[in-house]
């Protein structure tokens, strides 16, 4: 019987959290995390109805059948009950899954524009690294025997080739705001995952394979990149940042870092 | 084979066959209980270091180095010795709990009994399959004392971490070679116990016990052992090949290309990383659940007896069991939105996945329209079972979330995720085995537990594990990742730790309760009560027999079935339920 007001009390609580946004997401910076959002905002709304009214409808049995010395009523159910409770939330659950797939298709689908800046991401046992193509617009060529991660150079660019000469290696990530952006991802050990909260976006970086991804951030900041996939004992050290500057900027930027 | 299997049957002598290497179901049942007793304190020990290490990483505690005197060399644990314990706490949590007590304890006891057999349909199968999960464990626990300590690649073990050996980090090496073998061996053992499980309730039902007069646990039980028999085979096949990669140099899970700690990988080409994960949640999916059907089974039939009520819908929850298990085996994929693998794919699995929604709504459903119009008992195996309910639906509406690729590229491997798990296949099945234990304890020991601590443990546990698990879905959606060791150096997650104290103190009461459990629980072998034949008026084959029931079961009577599993407050009738195995009445509307 006390059960009743426990589940009632704990269920108010969680909504009041989940209203307060007491702890919540950081403000989106693109175009795609806008979408997220309100797709999340639908799904919790549709979901929050059914936890407060699953949790009170409990409470409230408890509460209202606990035992008073009346008989129980006799009963094997109910077929139409079964019929509608089972329509209703295949509809319910189908429907908020379709509303999404304009997102994922967004993310994964859209080819990016043939402008998009490309970038190449390194992930390593624990640190990031990002190559720009120079002037050429071509990434040179790398080759694994020339790695040489305290001598700036971790995706063993090789001096002999042209085309890697004028390659830009960082280890932050710097991006124009407002120009689409197209990610090329390695990994060179184990798996890795490139996560910015802002962008709602993360993806898998698994060797053996290079995984695109490809947005447009238009708030200018500086974001975390925490590294989210388990991959050993310096996981949770593996981070960089990701500053999303100015076009302008950004170009004084790349020049600065070639004559380096 | 026309010899008579009484021969087999005939009550044991002498203590290592009546007690040790027994053949009575009931006896290994009680065994399987007690390994999953004992290791869900060894993984909620571990799990209450690793809470400790996250809001006090640099803390210096004398005895750590005593413990770990390399991983925690001066009593300050190491980033590899928190994610080593995390790897074993999963672990043995899914494997040596979750799915071993529901199943495998109360499975192996009360299965035969409430279909009307003498005994699983293979004894020494039983027997085998019991003691392989003992060494299984032991073999497990061993990767903490060897060189490297235990594995740190977390319980899904995801290669090349798992994959490419000690070069990945330490406990990498003999640790993670130790872990793959348990597994495996584990994976024997309950492939032998589905067997089992299979065959004797295809085989070994009573004259009249129909498979849909079956109570709802049977059939959970029969379920969950098909799930096994199909998802562990997998896990073999795949945990064999994930030792002939780090033994013998194949790459069935390993890239070409690879530069680990300096040193250029040669002897590795053309594996898939992606393999292993979809091997992996092929076997993994369904190990949910197989953690979460046998709750489900007990709290059905837990909701029906002490509300005094026929279970609401008995053949839409059958169909909903049988929709589950086949549905079970269509969405590890829903896994693997951020993998890389291919993305369309990520929308069959995420439509299957909120299909697989469906048949557990439905069963929250018939539990409420079960208590609906009862009379409600509150006795604390029904204490457990209400708070199953509460609990499943609060973990099972995170699914919502996850279960969209859209959403997941937020959430896949935040604290959201951990919170959602823990919620539904942690402590929901959690609650299942303590209504079990309330319920079946009287059956099994002739003792009853103390209703007075039951229900403070009960009350102590129900807001300890909300306050647990509840502000992790907060965390998880400021961003907060999984699987780090310390927050300290991300100025986001340094503001979430006065979050992350409350969860830890809260871990620590919830474990503090437990204790309540274990003095109940020895205190009643001692001391309890003596129990009835039935204590609770239920209608199940169990409760027609002496507490506890002779070596037989049925003292070489054949029982007959005549009713469903749950005819209570029938109109007419005497009593407020009748038996299974009462004589034929018009009362019922079956």
């Known amino acids: 019987m006390l059960l009743a007001p426990v589940v009632w009390i704990l269920t108010v609580i969680i909504a009041y959290f989940f209203a307060a946004k007491v702890w919540w997401f950081p403000p989106p910076i693109n175009a795609h995390g806008i979408a997220y959002d309100e797709q999340f905002a639908r799904t919790l709304w549709v979901t929050g109805i059914i936890f407060v009214l699953a949790q009170f409808a409990l409470g409230w049995v408890i509460f209202r059948y606990r035992n008073d010395g009346k008989r129980a009523s006799y009963s094997h159910g109910n077929n139409r009950l079964e019929t509608v409770w089972t329509s209703a939330t295949a509809l319910l659950f189908l429907g908020l899954v379709l509303a999404g797939t304009k997102i994922w298709a967004s993310v994964h689908f859209d080819a990016p524009p043939a402008d998009a800046i490309p970038i190449e991401v390194l992930g390593k046992q624990f640190a990031w690294s990002f190559r720009y193509p120079g002037p050429d617009g071509k990434f040179g060529r790398t080759d694994l025997k020339l790695v040489n991660d305290s001598g700036g150079n971790p995706f063993g660019l090789d001096e002999k080739d042209a085309a890697s000469k004028d390659d830009i290696v960082s280890a932050s990530l710097k991006i124009p705001a407002g120009k689409p952006i197209k990610l090329i991802m390695h990994s060179r050990d184990v798996i890795h995952n490139f996560f910015v909260r802002e962008l709602r976006m993360k993806q898998d970086i698994v060797p053996g394979m290079e995984i695109p991804m490809s947005f447009t951030a238009d ?42 | ?29 009680i065994q399987y209980y007690f390994l999953g007793l004992f290791s869900v304190f060894i993984g909620m020990a571990l799990s209450l270091l690793m809470r400790f290490h996250m809001v006090y990483p640099e803390a210096k505690v004398a005895w750590f180095s005593k413990l770990w005197p390399t991983a925690a060399a ?10 080593s314990l995390m790897t074993m706490h999963g672990t043995i949590m899914v494997f040596f709990v979750l799915t071993t007590v529901p199943q495998s304890g109360f499975g192996n006891y009360f299965l035969p009994i409430q279909i009307g057999a003498e005994d699983m349909a293979f004894p020494v199968l039983n027997m085998m399959s019991f003691w392989t999960t003992f060494v299984a464990l032991v073999v497990m626990v061993a990767a903490f004392f060897v060189e490297g300590g235990a594995p740190l690649a977390g319980w899904t073990a995801y290669p090349p971490l798992s994959g490419a050996g000690r070069i990945t980090g330490p406990g990498e090496g003999m640790g993670q070679t130790l872990w793959i073998t348990s597994i495996a061996i584990f994976c024997g053992a309950s492939l032998m116990g589905a067997i089992n499980f299979i065959a004797t309730t295809v085989d070994l039902r009573c004259k009249g ?61 053309g594996g898939s990383p992606l393999l292993w994960q979809h091997l992996f949640w092929f076997f993994g999916h369904p190990e949910v659940y197989i953690a979460i059907l046998p709750g489900m089974g007990v709290t059905s039939h837990l909701l029906a007896t002490f509300s005094r009520k026929p279970v609401f819908g008995y053949k839409a929850m059958v169909y909903a069991i049988l929709s589950i298990g086949f549905l079970g085996f269509l969405v590890w994929g829903h896994h693997m939105f951020m993998s890389g693998m291919n993305p369309y794919s990520a929308m069959a699995f995420s439509l299957l996945t909120m299909c697989i929604g469906v048949p557990s709504a439905i069963k929250t459903f018939n539990w409420i329209g079960t208590l609906w119009g009862g009379k409600i008992h509150f006795d604390t195996a029904m ?9 499943f639906v609060t973990g099972g509406i995170s699914g919502i979330f996850l279960g969209q690729p859209a959403l997941d590229l937020y959430f896949h491997d935040t604290y959201f995720v951990v919170g959602h798990f823990h919620m539904i296949m942690g402590v929901a099945a959690i609650f299942g085995m303590f209504a ?22 009960f009350y102590g546990t129900f807001i300890g594990v909300y306050a647990i698990f509840t502000p992790m879905h907060f965390v998880g959606m400021a961003g907060n990742p999984r699987r780090y060791s310390d927050f300290s150096n991300i100025e986001y997650l340094a503001n979430l730790m006065p979050v992350h104290k409350f969860m830890t103190h809260a871990a620590y009461f919830t474990a503090a309760i437990q204790i309540l459990f274990l003095i109940n629980l020895f205190w ?57 195995t009462a004589p034929p009445s018009q009362q019922t509307t079956e």
């Open chain 2, 209 to 269: 016990m129909r498979l849909m007069r079956m109570p709802l646990t049977c059939w959970t039980w029969l379920v969950t052992a098909i799930l096994a028999l199909l998802g562990f085979a997998v896990l073999l096949a795949a945990g064999l090949l994930l030792i002939l990669d780090r033994s013998v140099g194949t790459s069935f899970f390993i890239p070409g290309g690879l530069l680990i700690s300096d040193q250029i990988i040669t002897n590795h080409k």
């Open chain 2, 383 to 391: 204490m457990f079972s209400l708070g199953f309910v509460s609990l």
């Open chain 2, 74 to 83: 001066g009593g300050m644990m190491t980033p590899e010795l928190y994610l």
């Open chain 2, 524 to 580: 009643s072998l001692w001391k309890g009560k003596k129990a009835p034949m039935n204590p609770w008026n239920s209608t199940s084959l169990e409760w027609t027999i002496p507490s506890p029931p002779p070596f037989d079961n049925f003292a070489g009577v054949h029982p007959v079935v005549n009713h469903g599993p749950y005819e209570f407050s029938v109109p007419g009738a005497a009593e407020d339920y009748i038996m299974q």
């Open chain 1, 219 to 260: 708030t200018l900041g500086t974001y975390e990149v925490p590294c989210s996939e388990l991959c050993g004992l310096g996981h949770f050290q593996m981070r960089t940042t990701m500053q999303v500057m100015s076009p302008d900027d950004f170009e004084k930027w790349k020049i600065e870092k070639a004559q380096k």
């Open chain 2, 1 to 29: 084979m026309s010899a008579p299997t009484h021969s087999a049957h005939a009550a044991p002598q002498g203590f290592i066959r009546k007690y040790v290497f027994s053949l009575d179901h009931k006896v290994i049942g």
């Open chain 2, 436 to 457: 079990g234990t309330f319920y079946w304890f009287p059956k099994m020991f002739g003792k009853m537990m103390n209703e007075t601590l039951g229900k403070i443990h």
